[in-house]
């Protein structure tokens, strides 16, 4: 397997992104080949500087750099060199089997859409959250922020997609797929939801078990919960928020403490011909190990494949 | 002051709301009158079950029950001797200055529209529901579930009801109204989200502060947070959620501990020709106590008036 990183992505790029790659290195397995993508004599340096075997890696060089606030689909388009786009080239032809980054989320979409395109059939791409469950178990919440405004067909597939990576990435048997909703009641919700619970509840594409409320986001009573984009995006960061809240008030938890998002360090993008996973924009050094660490599980997965057969017709 | 209780309303009725009225009593000044509205023969031998003194409250006989889960505007069209009916014509007659119940929301809501009339111009009248700050303030965030499909200009109006409850309820001097989103910039957001932010980023009507996320719902950036009814209502679940969470694992903290819902007891119906207080259906006797103070500072608050006044062009 290899893993391309971004080296010029993320807040704290390169150097958390170089020392996230050596921490992988240590732990991930000899066979396992890390493809570092940036500019590379800057590369080189920082491999001085951390004493660090360069044979270890593989250095591709991409000088320019799509910075965190530029428009990303524009960036994307023009910046050849940028790490963001000769990573989604190197992806395309192959040359690596998962690209990964914390950079700017938006280009990492552009690219997922321009260059690798989503797989015939799958009208919106998505992104989803990992949320623990008290019981060590791990729920996937998608769409996430990608997708705000969704049509009922579009809740559905997320419905199809999750499924997939839960069960070929997260080891669930039979996913139980939940339509987060207002009430358990089918004709509870919205326009949208109702819509997609209409569609959903004879679904044979995956195992759906109806509605369920925003207080059974951290239950054992779905592993994938589908919404759209906004409402996703609002309960991840109140998660978030939470989170924030505990660690400033010097609480300490196991279960809470599953809630530093640097334990998942990435997400995937669900939908896309390719491997890519977008890290958050903040990530330090473990981010960027256990991104990696996540690479290396979607790319054996073969889950692009996987969608592609789930939507062949 | 005259506050009329449902003796009948909530999962634990009627005991659960005597007692709650009870310790209302020892609380509340002499001058408040608490209107009990249930079996009258039920409430008195209660009464006399409790060794509590009958003169100290007024009762009015109301035989017939709304359930917990009958449909709300039919049983509210039928029932004219339930408690909630009653309530709602002492209100309408003037009998009593507000009317609380924990029982079938739905019902409340249907006596709220059918009976006392939304006020005119108000196109969707509301519930919100406290969120507490760390800092000791009190955020409200409105629509929490009666409005699930919300247009732009509903959102703009719950604004303007938000900032009336948040400055002479919860007495903040100038509230700041931050519409729920899912990015910072104005652009950012669902189709509603980005119609609602051009209606309200010029807004004479309440102090708009722009977009906040997720991650805002418990800081100080905003007194007043809007959104639709389904996105409220999973913003609400998720933090009750983490707060049965918290106390499952036996996390006793003094901030988290003022996310129990029995400290509020109960939440105003804004936007109506009258003072209605909608509590929680497991609500016990704390929660109806607090219910009914929360309901005495409403009364006083005169809150119709001034919304009536706010959308008199």
Known sequence: MRLGLDLSGGDFAPRAALEGALAARCELPDDVEIVLIGDASTTRNLLV???ADSTQF??????????????????????????????????KSGQIDVFASAGNTGAMMAGSMLSIHPIEGVIRPSIGTCIP????GINL???V????????????????LGSL???????????????????EEEEKGNLISKAAHELMKDSSDFHFIGNIEGRDIFTDKADVIVCDGFTGNVVLKEAEAFYTLLKSR??????????????????AVLGVNGNVIIGHGISGPT??????RHALEVAKSSLPEKIKKAFTV
Chains 1, 2 share one sequence.
């Open 250 to 267: 010097g609480i300490n938890d196991d279960y809470f403490d599953r809630f530093n998002y640097e334990l998942y360090g990435g997400t």
């Open 145 to 160: 922020g990608i997708n705000s405004d969704c049509k009922a067909d579009v809740l559905y597939q997320f419905g199809i």
């Open 133 to 136: 469950r008290p019981d060590g």
């Open 287 to 292: 981010a960027i190990k256990n991104m990696l």
């Open 165 to 183: 990576y839960s069960q070929h990435v997260l080891n669930v048997a039979r996913p139980r797929v939940g339509l987060l909703n207002i009430g």
């Open 141 to 143: 919440i998608l769409d």
């Open 49 to 51: 500087d951390y004493g």
């Open 58 to 91: 593989s250095l591709v060089h991409a000088p320019e750099i799509i910075g965190m606030d530029e428009q990303p689909a524009r960036a994307f388009k023009l910046k050849h060199q940028s790490s963001i786009h000769v990573g989604f080239a190197l992806l």
